[in-house]
């Protein structure tokens, strides 16, 4: 089986987006399956070395695929009407609202291609706009193994939260949330330089490699998420399976519904307010924010589960188009 990532026009960059297709893309030739991705540009993508190929190409030179995957909603189009496929597939991980209005989004969920979707309610709003496409559920997965709790002598304790300067992260939430707590330390990190004016409390990690990752994330004892628009949102999964307790937004288009379920699995706000108590209660409970942690760890294991997994679901619902 031949198959292509179509990134042809939007390109592979430092994000999420496309670290979790260039990990599912290693998983799939590992497995025995031709993968390779599509650019019309170089890989911009840094965070790791994938093993799989970007040819970089146009439609019109591009090579014949039995299934050809759009990336996002840029290239959905050129994914539909490519003639040298034999299935075409869009694979959801965003409602990409910042780039299309909702009309046009909903008009691509319509087009006559099977649509998977990187979360349930990513899946239930494709379902409910179109009533005529139903989208099935195919998780990116996340690496589990490489993701563990790492013991460090700082007993401080700390608040973690992602800095980006796109209007959607909502990272002006953390700050405001780490200006109304005291006695705790605050951690951020991002793809970007250090952002201006942090207060002293506030330390900043500028694109940390996996290993730096593990002992930010352990150094961690609450991770506070603040994104509005994701479809399944990693860094608190990736913080969670470190140790840390997750609070985050209430509102399904967050991306932690999946795995962040109130009072079970971690802790959810509705306002700036609301995000201080929580925490605050969770600080004073330190066998209540364990107990959720341990519960989430275990429901992200079993229920998102690991890239090679989510790998092979892929292939057998390829296998059934094909």
Request: net charge neutral; with cysteine; charged share 20%.
């Amino acid at each position: 089986m031949r198959v292509a990532f179509n990134g042809i026009g939007c390109g592979w960059g430092n994000n999420g987006g496309t670290q979790s297709v260039f990990r599912m893309a290693d998983a799939l030739n590992s497995l025995g399956v031709e993968a390779e991705m599509w650019a019309h540009c170089p890989s911009r993508f840094t965070w790791f070395k994938p093993k799989t190929q970007v040819r970089v190409c146009t439609l019109d030179n591009a090579p014949d695929v039995d299934v050809l995957i759009n990336s996002g909603c840029s290239t959905t189009i050129g994914t539909y009407r490519f003639k040298r496929k034999r299935v075409g597939v869009q694979w959801l991980r965003g409602h990409e609202v910042w780039a299309r209005p909702e009309e046009k989004l909903h008009s691509l969920y319509s087009l006559d291609m099977p649509i998977w979707a990187n979360s349930e309610w990513l899946a239930t709003h494709v379902s409910d706009a179109t009533k005529t496409n139903n989208a099935e559920v195919q998780y990116c997965g996340i690496p589990l193994s490489d993701f563990y709790e790492v013991f460090e002598d700082d007993d401080s304790p700390c608040i973690g939260a992602l800095w980006s300067s796109k209007p959607m992260k909502r990272a002006s939430i953390a700050m405001e949330v780490f200006k109304r707590l005291n006695g705790f330390s605050f951690l951020l990190f991002g793809n970007e330089p250090k952002p201006e004016g942090l207060p002293g409390n506030v330390s900043y990690i500028w694109r940390p490699d996996m290993e730096h990752k593990r002992v930010m994330y352990s150094n961690c004892d609450i991770w506070l998420a603040t994104s509005e628009m994701e479809g399944l949102h990693i860094p608190p999964m990736e913080a969670a399976l470190c140790g840390a307790t997750v609070v985050a937004p209430g509102h399904p288009s967050a991306g932690v519904s999946d795995y962040c379920i109130d009072g079970l699995t971690g802790q959810t706000y509705n306002t700036v307010d609301d995000a201080v108590a929580r925490i605050e209660f969770l600080m004073k409970k330190s066998a209540v924010r364990e107990g959720m942690n341990k519960v989430m760890r275990k429901m992200i294991a079993t229920k998102v589960g690991d890239v090679e997994t989510n790998a092979q679901r892929m292939i057998a619902r390829l296998e059934k188009l094909l």
